[in-house]
């Protein structure tokens, strides 16, 4: 059986991203507290990587669904640092409700999960889905549970309600492909991988896999 981490690559990575917006959030706010969400979209504008930094830093805060395509944009950012902000902006983004008893609800399944109890964080993620059931982040988490606990058909279930409801979730895609891979479907693991890829080139592991794949696919082993 494959370890946590090999069938859910994304965690690690989307966890450490959860806890860098929350740290910039506390460490940053004497920087880009006075900023206004349309403030911080007008300075993502700009032609200076620490004015774009901030911006993209505010959003993760106060950022909505709106501000989602302007920061996929830039995921292609020329500048490293730019394309990790923004992709933990969207990050942020994805993991809020704006629900006071939903948020604190979701964080305590996130934590669970990244804890290896996928059980009791299934049980977090059920909770929030009841009382948000359009917000994508609780079914994308639950996917994972399900993922981890080996019940791959209820993971790609859950993981195709993502899509519907938010096409552009690069984690989603990333996960599917993971569970075709495993399965040995590996032309629609490639499908996969590559849609994720054309909406975030970032993801380094995931582009090792792809290119793997297609240069397999082109000697014809698979």
Known sequence: MQSKQELLPALDRIAALFLAVSFCAAVGAADWGPLSRAQALEQAKSGQVDKRRLAYGRLAEVGTADDVPVLLAALWDEEDLIRGMAEQAVWGIWMRT???????????????????????????????????????????????????????????????????????????????????????????????????????PNLWNVADILQRLEKSFENDKI
């Open 98 to 200: 704006h629900d006071s008893t939903a948020d604190p609800m979701f964080q305590t399944g996130m934590q669970l999960l990244t804890e290896d109890k996928p059980e009791q964080a299934l049980e977090k993620f059920n909770q929030v889905i009841a009382l948000k059931p359009e917000f994508a982040e609780a079914l994308n988490r639950r996917g994972d549970a399900y993922q981890f606990m080996g019940d791959e058909d209820r993971a790609l279930a859950d993981y195709d309600h993502v899509l519907q409801l938010n096409p552009y979730h690069f984690g989603t895609l990333e996960s599917c492909g993971q569970i075709w891979l495993e399965r040995g479907n590996y032309r629609k693991a490639a499908d996969y991988f590559r849609r994720a890829l054309e909406i975030n």
